[in-house]
């Protein structure tokens, strides 16, 4: 026994070092592996498909009368969504429409009384002229009566009809110039409601078509259009319900312009800069399909930082915990194409540290992280309204 006990001490000793020395060598291989290539990728599987949710809802009160698409169904900008009852606006558009014909044909009225108070102003002076004359003839009989007084030539009563015929004539021009005054206010008035404008530049005019182009916005609005093309979901407005302005009606996803964040622990992020190359694996298609992506930006805090019930920290027991910072994540357009994916599936994210950044962008510029967003779906073209309102005028305007 003790023989052969001595004897399996050798090999049992060689067994030992090399099992000693296979671990030092994968330990170097390991350590190797991770100085030349490991250390140079962060990665984690705390990442989502992000996308724009893009609330449709309506601009003006009304009551659903028709629904043009439906959850999951796919629709491109522009097309048809909810159709609002349009009889209310349709009166409210004849009403602005009766409005403005009325406002042209006022308007024209005070040009019109321009000419005829012009004309007064006129009769006016000559009036006042006219009794001035009368005036002036009266005082000079009154001026020969009384020369003639103290021999006798004229009579008691002839004086005293001449001293009443200049008071007439005094009255009588008083009279004229009140008048003549009263049609320069007039005039003056007058003028001052239409000076520097004509029936078409007029502000009531102005204004009585601005509210026409209102209510032809407003019939035009009974129509809700989707305002970028995408993918139909949370769809809540039903037939014949009765909405408000800003009634939020379905959810319109555009999936050709989703993007990732990869929740990455702060201490992943010491290295990390926007234009590195990023690789990822989602859970719906496997490893079978890898999507190539670039780092767009870093977020500004944490997610406890941006949280409704923000973390107090400095109250209570405190336990520290690595909070992790989301990383915005810009996808590959012709990948994304090819691979559909939807907002909220998980993501498993790799960044390669060692890829170059992007430039650094000059001072007071902002990185580019994608296209500017915007839709022309609001512009409405106001040359139909326009054309409505210069015939209008036209049709109300006397020649």
């Avoid at 008048?179 to 409601?193: C, I």
């Avoid at 800003?246 to 990455?264: C, H, I, K, Q, R």
């Avoid at 990822?280 to 997610?303: F, N, P």
Wanted: aromatic letters at 4%; glycine letters at 8%.
């Amino acid at each position: 026994m003790t023989a052969n006990s001595t004897k399996s001490r050798p090999p049992r000793k060689r067994l030992m070092l090399a099992a000693t020395g296979i671990f030092i060598l994968i330990a170097v291989l390991y350590g190797i592996w991770w100085m030349l290539f490991a250390s140079h990728y962060e990665s984690t599987d705390d990442a989502y498909v992000h996308g724009n949710l893009v609330s449709v809802s309506a601009q003006i009160p009304g009551t659903v009368i028709s629904i043009g698409a439906d959850d999951t169904q796919r629709v491109a900008q522009g097309a048809h969504l909810v159709t609002l009852d349009g009889s209310d606006t349709q009166l409210a558009l004849r009403q602005a429409e009766a409005a403005l014909a009325q406002t042209v044909r006022h308007t024209q009225t005070l040009f019109v009384q321009n000419d005829a108070l012009a004309a007064d102003v006129a009769v006016g002076q000559a009036n006042v002229e006219q009794a001035e004359t009368l005036l002036h003839k009266a005082r000079n009989d009154l001026q020969r009566r009384n020369a003639l007084r103290g021999s006798g030539g004229v009579s008691g009563e002839e004086l005293l009809h001449a001293q009443v015929a200049v008071k007439s004539a005094e009255a009588g021009l008083a009279q004229a110039r009140a008048g003549l005054a009263a049609s320069k206010a007039k005039l003056a008035t007058n003028q001052a409601l239409t000076r520097g404008s004509t029936v078409a530049s007029h502000p009531d005019v102005l204004q009585a078509a601005d509210q026409l182009r209102q209510a032809w916005l407003a019939q035009a609005r009974t129509r809700v259009l989707a305002p970028v093309a995408g993918m139909v979901a949370q769809r809540s407005v039903q037939l014949g319900q009765r909405i408000q302005a800003g009634t939020p009606l379905m959810t319109l996803v555009p999936l050709d312009s989703l993007w990732v964040e990869a929740n990455f622990k702060e201490n992943q992020l010491h290295d990390m800069q926007p234009g590195q190359k990023v690789t990822l694996v989602s859970d719906l298609y496997g490893d079978d399909v890898t999507y190539h992506g670039t780092v767009v930006g870093v977020s500004a805090g944490s997610g406890s930082a941006f949280a409704l019930l923000p973390a107090q920290n400095a109250s209570g027991n405190w336990i520290k915990v690595i909070q992790r910072v989301p990383v915005r994540i810009r996808l590959d357009a012709k990948e994304l194409q090819d691979h559909p994916l939807r907002v909220g599936l998980s993501m498993t994210v790799t960044v390669d540290l060692s890829s170059a950044p992007e430039q650094a962008p000059a001072s007071g510029e902002a990185p580019a992280s994608g296209p500017a967003l915007s839709t022309p779906i609001y512009d409405h073209d106001p040359a139909e309204v326009d054309a409505l309102i210069q015939r209008i005028i036209q049709e109300n305007q006397t020649s």
